[in-house]
């Protein structure tokens, strides 16, 4: 497995490109999501899409603190609720804002055999999986960010530097 460079929402367009779906579940595949949640887990992040890696497919993984979720080609298929809470991403960093999610999601996908999954969530794992199936389609947590509330928390730094 191999750490892949997540882009910055500044620098690089390709966050704004919709991804197409995966047609052939390779061997490149299967590695890239590999590589994608191993990427994920080394920034402390709770979700990761392939654009965020500069790959315009729809590629997803989440683990939201119930273990790794992989999703091929996902879409949400019902939704019910509401909840605001604060939002980050691993593109956009040290930059959060309040964004309304529902508050339970359901998501159909493929999994790493090709086979039709369903995922339901909620409070968390319903953000997670808006936010990155929103990356799918070139959408930010910014463009729905409410007004007036985005925030920047810089990183401590350690003390002995």
Request: charged residues 25%; positive net charge; aromatic residues 4%.
């Amino acid at each position: 497995m191999a750490l892949l460079n997540i882009i910055n929402y500044k620098t690089d367009p390709v966050l704004r490109k919709p991804s197409k779906p995966v047609e052939k579940i390779d061997k490149k595949i299967l590695t890239l999501l590999n590589d994608m949640a191993e990427t994920m887990y080394h920034a402390n992040g709770a979700g990761l899409a392939a654009p965020q890696v500069g790959v315009l497919k729809q590629l997803v993984v989440i683990d939201a603190g119930s273990g790794l979720i992989k999703l091929i080609n996902p879409v949400i298929t019902a939704f019910s609720g509401e909840q605001v809470d604060f939002e980050g991403c691993l593109s956009v960093p040290e930059i959060y804002g309040k964004v309304k999610r529902p508050q339970s999601v359901t998501v159909k996908a493929l999994n790493e055999k090709g086979e039709t999954v369903e995922f339901k969530g909620t409070d968390l794992l319903a953000r997670a999986f808006c936010h990155e199936i929103d990356h799918l389609h070139g959408v930010l947590f910014l463009d729905k960010v409410i007004p007036d509330t985005l925030i920047r928390i810089k990183p401590e730094k350690p003390k002995n530097m």
